[in-house]
């Protein structure tokens, strides 16, 4: 699979040449570069490093030999199908060579290269597939997918198709998300928005459109000497996120103003029933928003705002906002790149030398250390899916012996397993934090010795909510807006969140990791696109590794407030 290097090569070969096709339109080098990976980087990417010139390796980009037997529909579905076209006995032996041609230096093709009957179906950098042999023969017997020009102009053409069945044809921009349907629609002919980037040819672990979205935005760090890349390539075991966004709506600036309780922001202008099944978010008195239009409706107001570096667009009650007398720009939290090492720092349950806390042990505020836990240590969006998945079937939660997660005595442990899932994947959720007091001592550079009880104390999901609140920036967490974007983030390898706070305090609230789409696994969707649930992984009242659970749990009557949270 291409990696940054590889990208690297393939902008400095070609990006020059991309950069004028896609001239009034939506599309983009990082696109184009993503689908030369999708389709042929296996190939490119070995022969590049064999010190090929560029013309040689993008004749050899030629593959697809798979027939009738194999599942293949289109013409031609066997070298029977192809010789008897017009022409079709000279394409067969173009067809024919080129596959020895190309697996004399890719040996993976040795085998099928030595059976006489068999030839490729796809031609050029970017695949032209052979059916089109039917339509534009001499573009295939005049070997002009050799040339980079001929077969990216019918590339570029395809995605403009693509553009125009998905009406984004006139856009001035796309998001990554609908750039990777744009490629779905120039692999499959079309889109179908519940399925998500669940569609395209699957590999066996991916599918077409999931594995371009990984190209997508591992394109985006990775810039040609002289230009600044998208994204900051992360370190190893961290996913690549996009920014927060920032707000973008120019109506009159408001102060949220309610002095009894946080404020309710809604998907559309009316109370729902029961009242909290369209509330998006929750911002809290003096929070400043940005009016979209400044005209009320139905005595709501649609705002935007910045929340601990979520972008929340949605209505509000007009009736609690008070014109902003000095209002700034809203400002865009962007979570720490690394823990901090000095003031308010991260804390662990202290341990007796050599002890070691086990997933079949009843919870405790220790975190796990035994042998051979799993990792989240990768380097690309794929590898980080899988450990993810290696981590939920490692704690695996459903499984009885596993007492540290299973529900007694009407207590759960939603709390320990998050801790769990997180610590395993490298990422800072307490199971313990520091006692008022010692926040004090901290903040004003003491050093403080965690003793439980007195200057740490256990973490319940209620506490998490406020610490992720008060201190999740600080440690690398930020909010973020919607489900889709939630799920999006998880499905990159990050860690993500739901988390809900119970109205009575002593009352547990409810923290769930989301976690990647794989395979089959997948969360729901509406015909629209948007996830409605996403991939779940919890303990609680019913432990589960995988699953959507009660659908908008979070909204219930008894919590508080709610809020989605991602960890790069």
């Not at 993008?58 to 008897?84: E, H, I, S, Y």
């Not at 007195?454 to 406020?466: H, K, P, Q, S």
């Amino acid at each position: 699979m291409p990696d940054s290097a590889d990208i690297l090569w393939f902008k400095k070969q070609f990006q020059a040449r991309i950069t004028p096709a896609l001239a009034g339109t939506p599309l983009t080098v990082d696109m184009v570069t993503a689908i030369a990976c999708q389709e042929t980087g296996a190939i490119w990417s070995l022969l590049r490093r064999k010190n090929l010139g560029t013309n040689k390796i993008l004749a050899l980009c030629v593959g697809d030999t798979l027939d009738a037997d194999k599942g293949r529909r289109a013409f031609p579905q066997t070298k029977a199908d192809l010789l008897a076209a017009p022409d079709g006995a000279a394409m067969f032996e173009i067809a024919h060579q080129a596959l020895v041609d190309m697996a004399q230096h890719i040996p993976g093709f040795a085998g099928v290269a030595a059976r006489p009957h068999k030839f490729c179906h796809g031609f050029g950098l970017f695949q032209r597939d052979l059916q089109f042999f039917l339509s534009d023969p001499d573009y295939f017997l005049e070997k002009r997918y050799e040339r980079f020009e001929d077969t990216l102009a019918l590339c570029v053409d395809e995605l403009k198709k693509g553009l125009r069945k998905l009406g984004l044809q006139d856009r001035s921009e796309l998001s990554d998300q609908e750039l990777a349907a744009v490629g779905i629609a120039y692999n499959t002919g079309g889109f179908k928005p519940a399925k998500g980037l669940k569609q395209g040819h699957f590999n066996g672990t991916q599918f077409y459109g999931e594995a371009l979205f990984d190209f997508i935005r591992l394109a985006h760090t990775v810039a040609l000497s002289g230009e600044q890349a998208e994204l900051e390539a992360p370190p190893p075991g961290q996913a690549i996120l996009p920014p927060p966004s920032a707000v973008t709506a120019s109506g009159p600036q408001f102060r949220v103003k309610t002095q009894l309780s946080m404020l309710r922001v809604r998907s559309e202008p009316l109370i729902s029933q029961p009242e909290t099944a369209n509330v998006i978010s929750h911002l809290p008195d003096g929070h400043p928003v940005r009016a979209v239009s400044g005209k009320p409706v139905k005595g709501f107001l649609e705002i935007e705002t910045s929340l601990a570096g979520a972008l929340i667009h949605g209505f509000v009650s007009a009736k609690l906002l008070v014109a902003d007398a000095a209002p700034e720009p809203i400002a865009v939290i962007e979570p720490a790149p690394a823990l901090p090492s000095s003031g308010i720092v991260a804390v662990w349950m202290p341990r007796k030398s050599g002890s070691v806390t086990r997933r079949i042990d009843l919870a405790n505020a220790h975190s796990l250390n035994e042998a051979g836990q799993p990792q989240r240590k990768g380097t690309d969006a794929e590898t980080l899916r899988q450990e993810l998945a290696a981590i939920i079937d490692w704690l695996a939660v459903d499984k009885p012996a596993h007492g540290r997660y299973q529900p007694r005595s009407g207590l759960t442990f939603c709390n320990i397993y998050a801790h769990d899932y997180c610590h395993l994947a490298g990422v800072y959720l307490p199971r313990v934090w520091w006692s008022a007091h010692a926040l004090l001592k901290l903040a004003q550079g003491e050093t403080v010795a965690p003793l439980i009880g007195n200057t740490i104390v256990e973490l319940r999901a209620n506490d998490l909510f406020r610490w992720l609140r008060d201190h999740g920036p600080a440690f690398g967490w930020r909010q973020t807006g919607s489900l889709s974007k939630l799920q999006q983030a998880a499905n990159q390898g990050a860690i993500g969140l739901i988390i809900a706070r119970r109205k009575e305090d002593g009352r547990s609230g409810h923290i769930v990791p989301v976690v990647p789409e794989l395979g089959e696994l997948r969360a729901r969707r509406d015909s629209a696109g948007e996830v409605t649930a996403p991939l779940q992984s919890q303990a609680g009242a019913s432990n589960f590794r995988f699953g959507t659970g009660k659908a908008g749990w979070w909204l219930g009557q008894e919590f508080a407030e709610s809020a989605f949270w991602i960890h790069a």
